[in-house]
């Protein structure tokens, strides 16, 4: 099981942008997968998961600003974010977690919001 994941960078506040996580390894249609974030210092967070049912939840902090989106025909899942914070600024990691609970992580992508 592999996890790739890209689309960060530096962005100004109030700015845009979109990350993508391939999936490969197994059929992930049954997985839930969400993206984290660990900022400089602090415990990573859950941010967004989408289940295979198409449930979805936010963490207070992003809902309204950020959309999680899967495609299941090509094993990816997506983080829209939008309205971007300094506070958004962080590493974010997508993660897999299968039908028994065993979780896979991806390695991060670096998003980097100046004031």
């Known amino acids: 099981v592999q996890l790739q994941a890209s689309g960060g960078g530096l962005v100004q506040a109030g700015g845009s942008l979109r990350l993508s996580c391939a999936a490969s390894?197994?059929?992930?249609?049954?997985?839930?997968m969400a993206w984290h974030r660990q900022a400089l210092g602090k415990e990573r967070e859950l941010v967004a998961s989408?289940?295979?049912?198409?449930?979805?939840s936010y963490v207070a902090a992003v809902k309204g600003r950020f959309t999680i989106s899967r495609d299941n025909a090509k094993d990816s899942v997506y983080l829209q974010m939008n309205s971007l914070k300094p506070e958004d600024t962080a590493v974010y990691y997508c993660?897999?977690?299968?039908?028994?609970?065993?979780?896979?992580w991806g390695q991060g992508t670096q998003v980097t919001v100046s004031s």
């Open positions: 390894g197994t059929d992930f249609s049954d997985y839930v």
């Open positions: 989408i289940r295979s049912n198409g449930l979805i």
């Open positions: 993660a897999a977690v299968d039908p028994s609970g065993d979780v896979y």
